[in-house]
C-alpha cells in the first residue's frame, strides 16, 4: 500500500472524526446528567482544563468558536459554578478564565467518561494494537501541533 494511500484513509478517517455529529455523539455521551455542561458548553469547558488560567479571546483561538459564543458559553459555566473569572496579572482591564473546583470535578467525570468510551470502542483489539495506535496517533499529532 502507498503512503499516499495510507495518508488518504488518515485524512478521511479524520474528517469523520472532526464532524460535527460525531463530536456531538461523544460530548453527548460525556455530558449526560451533569448540572451546568452541555455540548454547547462542553468545548469551552474543556479548553478552560486545558489551558488554564485563560482570557476569553484565546480560548476561542485555541477551540475555533468565535470569541463571542466563547464569552456567553463561560458565562454559562460561570453560572453554573464551574468556571470562575480572575483578574488578568498583566492587564488589570482583563480577566482570566479557570475551572472552580466543581468544574474540575465535572472535567474529571468527563474524562473518565471518555476513557471508558474508547475502552468499549477498543475492547476486542489486540493489546498491542491498541498500543501501537495510541503510539501513533500520540506521534501524527505531535507531529502535526509542531507545524
Same mark, same amino acid.
Request: glycine content about 4%; proline content about 4%; overall charge neutral.
Given at each position: 500500500?502507498?503512503?499516499?494511500?495510507?495518508?488518504?484513509?488518515?485524512?478521511?478517517?479524520?474528517?469523520?472524526?472532526?464532524?460535527?455529529?460525531?463530536?456531538?455523539?461523544?460530548?453527548?455521551?460525556?455530558?449526560?446528567?451533569?448540572?451546568?455542561?452541555?455540548?454547547?458548553?462542553?468545548?469551552?469547558?474543556?479548553?478552560?482544563?486545558?489551558?488554564?488560567?485563560?482570557?476569553?479571546?484565546?480560548?476561542?483561538?485555541?477551540?475555533?468558536?468565535?470569541? @463571542? +459564543?466563547?464569552?456567553?458559553? $463561560?458565562?454559562?459555566? !460561570?453560572? #453554573?459554578?464551574?468556571?470562575? /473569572?480572575?483578574? &488578568?496579572?498583566?492587564?488589570?482591564?482583563?480577566?482570566?478564565?479557570?475551572?472552580?473546583?466543581?468544574?474540575?470535578?465535572?472535567?474529571?467525570?468527563?474524562?473518565?467518561?471518555?476513557?471508558?468510551?474508547?475502552?468499549?470502542? @477498543? +475492547?476486542?483489539?489486540?493489546? $498491542?494494537?491498541?498500543? !501501537?495506535? #495510541?503510539?501513533?496517533?500520540? /506521534?501524527?499529532? &505531535?507531529?502535526?501541533?509542531?507545524?
Amino acid at each position: 500500500m502507498s503512503s499516499r494511500t495510507t495518508s488518504a484513509r488518515i485524512e478521511a478517517s479524520i474528517g469523520q472524526l472532526l464532524r460535527r455529529s460525531t463530536r456531538a455523539h461523544l460530548y453527548d455521551s460525556m455530558v449526560a446528567g451533569l448540572d451546568g455542561v452541555d455540548v454547547t458548553t462542553y468545548p469551552v469547558l474543556s479548553g478552560v482544563a486545558r489551558w488554564q488560567p485563560i482570557s476569553a479571546t484565546n480560548l476561542a483561538v485555541e477551540i475555533g468558536i468565535d470569541r @463571542t +459564543a466563547t464569552t456567553r458559553y $463561560a458565562s454559562r459555566l !460561570q453560572q #453554573a459554578g464551574l468556571v470562575d /473569572r480572575v483578574p &488578568d496579572p498583566a492587564d488589570a482591564r482583563a480577566t482570566l478564565l479557570r475551572l472552580t473546583p466543581a468544574g474540575e470535578q465535572v472535567v474529571e467525570t468527563m474524562r473518565d467518561r471518555l476513557v471508558k468510551h474508547l475502552d468499549a470502542a @477498543t +475492547a476486542d483489539w489486540p493489546d $498491542a494494537q491498541a498500543q !501501537q495506535f #495510541a503510539e501513533s496517533l500520540e /506521534r501524527l499529532v &505531535d507531529t502535526l501541533s509542531r507545524r
